[in-house]
């Protein structure tokens, strides 16, 4: 995935880059893990009561088998499909736009304009990598119906105290355009 292949006539080319690789872990993770772990036991635990503890048809047992893959996705195997798409994701950054691109199980491609964001924002750690978010979570509904849409980021990506400065001069001209 190449950067300029994304450009735009007239459009300049500020910094291009790629999230840093292996299993990252956020602090909506641990909910998530918590959760996964209950769920993914307790499908274990009916499929073990099921065939061993009670004597019930064997669809009985079967039954728990959707159960205890998506418990271990939810636990374990999300960390691992989210490291996957990290290390085949692409940002680019122009006068104009952010550009997030996926290349995972087909191409994806979010574009964000920098005049029409509201909010950035910069979350950095100590060694200088960090998560810009362009724009706000929304959070819909309530109760058992509550959705969040997180915004378009740039994630963990290195100097990201100095790409965040790169957008925000960025907005600032094109604002003042």
Known sequence: MQGSDVLLAGEKLLWKG???????????DFFLTAFGLFFFGF????????????EVPIYFTLFGI???????????????????????????????????????FGQSQKT????????????????????????????????????????PRFEFIKDAARVYNLVEKARNTTADA
């Open 43 to 54: 499908s274990v635990f009916w499929m073990y009561a099921t065939r061993y503890e009670f």
């Open 66 to 104: 959707p159960f205890v893959v998506v418990g271990a996705y939810i636990s374990i195997g999300r960390y691992f499909w989210e490291a996957y798409k990290r290390g085949r994701t692409a940002y680019t950054l122009t006068d104009r736009r952010a550009i997030i691109r996926v290349n995972a």
């Open 18 to 28: 790629t999230p840093e690789p292996g299993l990252k872990f956020q602090p909506r």
């Open 112 to 151: 964000v304009t920098l005049n029409d964001l509201e909010e950035v924002e910069l979350e950095e750690r100590a060694d200088g990598s960090g998560t810009i978010a362009f724009g706000r979570d929304i959070t819909t509904g309530s109760g058992d119906n509550r959705h969040t849409s997180y915004a």
